[in-house]
């Protein structure tokens, strides 16, 4: 990639309903909301665990994010009274995927947006008993989508990682492409997705990963500031009806330089109900 645009100001909290609502409104909290799960799918900044196969095979050997000392968005939205079905997975990207080492892949992986928003529907989806096919109902509003690993680096290419590169123009807005998808199908299903904007470029600290890990290349400061410009506005233009929520402002990090101390994902969680309480309101 070349130079990009400076990022972005922080932005609204959430989309169209919450741009009629005073800066001032406060929520009161929504009984129907705390009473149903939140589904919530993504990456390691939602769940800190790696997945495991049936065969009790898992990408890293199934280390979590610093060595399960980690607080996730699925457990810290619990801690704000929501009941919570999560299917995240740490290492996570839109797309299915193996496990890429330099010159191959290995046969375990991870599960991708869609793959996880179909096992968190299944979970809530009430069906006809005399006719499994017939959806009676599904006991979930809102879908949270926690940020993912696309383009970020290079064991999120899905190829083996020598022959993988920072992502193209093209390459970005094809991951977008995938996550917008998966909004609308949650939308179909009669959920309102939420997301979070990502965290500031100068919050996070790649090149600690970057030595942590050995992978064969991360995304710089700028690279990180352009996928999120590109990611926060096509959500903005495309999906009008979602909530955007910027819940990892002034984030703090963990010594790993990329994933957020307890205090910082508390606060994540707390922005994110504040912004569902919002837009009930606004119904």
């Given amino acids: 990639m070349s130079a990009f645009p400076t990022r972005r100001l922080a932005g609204a909290v959430a989309l169209s ?15 129907t909301v705390a009473d149903q799960p939140i589904l919530v799918i993504g990456a390691s900044y939602a769940n800190g665990s790696l997945p495991f196969d049936d065969s009790l095979q898992a990408p890293f050997g199934g280390l979590a994010v610093n060595f399960g000392s980690y607080l996730g968005e699925g457990d810290a939205l619990v801690r704000q009274g929501m009941l919570v079905i999560n299917e995240a997975q740490a290492g996570a990207t839109s797309f299915d995927r193996d496990l890429c080492m330099g010159d191959g892949c290995l046969d375990v992986g991870w599960q991708g947006y869609a793959t996880q928003l179909t096992k968190a529907l299944a979970r809530v989806t009430v069906r006809n ?33 020598g022959q993988s590169a920072p992502c193209s123009e093209a390459e970005i807005d094809a991951f977008v492409d995938r996550v917008i998808d998966v909004a609308v199908d949650a939308m179909d299903a009669g959920l309102v997705p ?26 710089d400061q700028a690279q990180w500031d352009h996928i999120a410009d590109v990611y926060e506005s096509r959500i903005e233009d495309e999906l009008p009806d979602a909530i955007l929520v910027d819940a990892w ?25 504040q912004a569902i309480e919002e837009h009930e309101a606004c119904q």
């Fill in 17 to 31: 309903c919450l741009a009629t609502l005073s800066a001032t409104t406060t929520a009161s909290p929504v009984p």
């Fill in 194 to 219: 939420v997301f979070s904007r990502y965290p500031d470029g100068d919050d996070v600290d790649l090149s600690i990963q970057a030595a942590m890990t050995g992978l064969t290349w991360y995304a």
């Fill in 249 to 273: 402002h002034g984030m703090n990090t963990l010594p790993d330089g990329l994933h957020p101390t307890p205090k910082s994902v508390n606060k994540a969680a707390k922005r994110i109900r």
């Fill in 129 to 161: 008993p005399a006719n499994p096919t017939e959806v009676l109902a599904v006991n979930a509003r809102y879908a949270y989508f926690s940020l993912v690993n696309d383009c970020l680096h290079s064991g999120a290419a899905g190829v083996p990682q």
